[in-house]
């Protein structure tokens, strides 16, 4: 069987949604399809579900962005998907309370939000299959063709004027096109993610920055108001295997740090934190979301920039913009800012002895420093500062 569309978008995430429901809201001329492998909408979860409130960043990141992070925001959350209101942000570091910090964030429920968005995507008139998964796509003519098995076992072609790849990373898309270099190993985190009780406050997020548990990222609980938290460990992909398997991380995670799971099973998907891939599409062919690298480096948000990067797809499919120059001009400073701002941290997210190190050349600077990595920024005298201790960490550790 072979179908036919103008535009295929392969995964209903927060990207792939957002985009189909900007193309059939702005009266985009042609057939929208939307594809995932999922057979239920957006779900498992594999997610912390923070998402920021609309003043958190207004005054760290530059005007233009800003108001396309707050045309998502407003888009897409509502009140009801609003499952707990966080202000602090607690930091943890090697097992000590480092900082509190005002930190306005809520926890949402997230497959309510993306079920939401398909609706709007459905009631819009774009077609919409789930459980169909995208095997590999090639050039046809001036189009696209993809070869999808539907979860029954059957199999079937779409051809489609433009391809959407917004299935994260690595995106069938890119694999089939050869449209970027992709991500190195150290470039990657291995995410976990389940539901946990333990002794935590319902209205502070806590990050963990403990490399024995978390070597090359850092772990979190976001409590949800009920008792029960959103929690998880992120560790750098060319390590998290060593051991065995990541979960060993998550598991070393929940025993240090006074949490029982509630959920049987432990989740994890990989995510980039490399900043931007080194191009977003090819001829008709595009990358959104994760697939495109569109997680903040420092602190592994994606959701947002999921939808930014979507936005600024749909911009240009709708008005006839370049989304490359988009991208370059609106969001790839601020991506490439924090990615090397991780890529300086490094040395101290892999080994407990740097970070014990940091903390007695200054707590200050440290709590100052990870809380705006937290909040996507870097003022000049932060990486200043930043880059100085550093530099004197390493000079240290190397006589030592
Ligand atoms: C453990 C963890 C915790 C996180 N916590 C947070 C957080 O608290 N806040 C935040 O902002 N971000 C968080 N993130 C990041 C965030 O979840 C992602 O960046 C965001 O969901 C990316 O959206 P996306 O639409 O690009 O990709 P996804 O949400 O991954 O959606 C991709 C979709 O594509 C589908 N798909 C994949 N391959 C195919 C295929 N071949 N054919 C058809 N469909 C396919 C998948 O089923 C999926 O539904 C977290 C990530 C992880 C892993």
């Given at each position: ?12 995430g ?8 900007y ?7 042609g ?15 594999i ?11 207004k ?7 800003y108001?396309?992070l ?32 005002p930190?306005r ?12 968005i398909i609706?709007?995507?459905i ?15 090639a ?12 979860k ?6 779409i ?21 970027t ?15 946990a009780?333990g ?13 024995g548990?978390?070597p090359g990222?850092?772990?979190?609980v976001?409590p ?20 065995g ?9 929940v ?11 432990v ?17 008709n ?12 480096p420092?602190?592994?948000a ?27 001009r ?17 040395p ?27 909040l ?13 201790g ?10 030592a």
């Open positions: 069987m072979v179908i036919k569309t103008d535009v295929l978008i392969i995964g209903g927060p990207a792939g949604s957002y985009l189909a429901r193309l059939v809201r702005n009266g985009f001329n057939d929208v399809m939307l594809i995932d492998k999922k057979s239920v909408i957006y779900a498992p979860i997610c912390g579900e923070l998402l920021p409130s609309e003043d958190l960043l005054p760290w990141i530059n005007r233009d962005l108001n396309v707050l045309t998502t925001l407003r888009e897409t959350l509502r009140r009801e998907f609003i499952v707990n209101e966080i202000r602090w942000l607690r930091l943890v570091i090697n097992n000590r309370d480092i900082a509190r910090m930190f964030t809520y926890v949402i429920d997230k497959a309510a939000m993306i079920r939401n609706e709007d995507v009631n819009g008139g774009a077609k919409v299959h789930f459980g169909a998964t995208a095997i590999k796509c050039v046809k003519g001036d189009g696209y063709e993809c070869l999808v098995h539907d029954d076992g059957g199999e079937y072609v051809n489609a004027r433009a391809l959407i790849g917004a299935d994260a990373y690595p995106s069938i898309v890119d694999l089939s096109l050869g449209i270099k992709g991500f190195r190993a150290e470039d990657l985190i291995i995410a976990t993610s389940t539901r009780r002794k935590y406050l319902d209205d502070e997020a806590v990050i963990v920055m403990d490399p548990v978390a990222g850092f772990a979190w976001f949800r108001g009920d008792g029960t938290h959103n929690i998880g460990v992120g560790v750098r992909n060319n390590i998290a295997w060593k051991g398997s990541p979960i060993n991380y998550h598991m070393l995670f025993g240090r740090y006074g949490l029982e799971s509630i959920q049987r099973s989740l994890m998907k990989t995510l980039p934190v490399g900043g931007l891939l080194n191009r977003y599409g090819i001829g062919a595009y990358l959104i979301g994760d697939a495109v690298g569109a997680v903040i420092t602190n592994g994606g959701i947002n920039p999921a939808m930014i990067t979507a936005h600024l797809l749909g911009e240009s499919m709708i008005r006839g913009y370049d989304y490359a120059l988009l991208m370059n609106l969001f790839r400073p601020l991506m490439d800012r924090m990615v090397m701002f991780r890529r300086i941290g490094d101290l997210l892999m080994s407990r002895d740097a970070m014990e190190l940091a903390l007695r050349v200054s707590r200050g600077y440290m709590a100052g420093s990870i809380y705006e990595a937290t996507s920024s870097m003022r000049t005298s932060t990486f200043l500062k930043f880059l100085i550093n530099l004197l960490i390493k000079l240290i550790s190397s006589l």
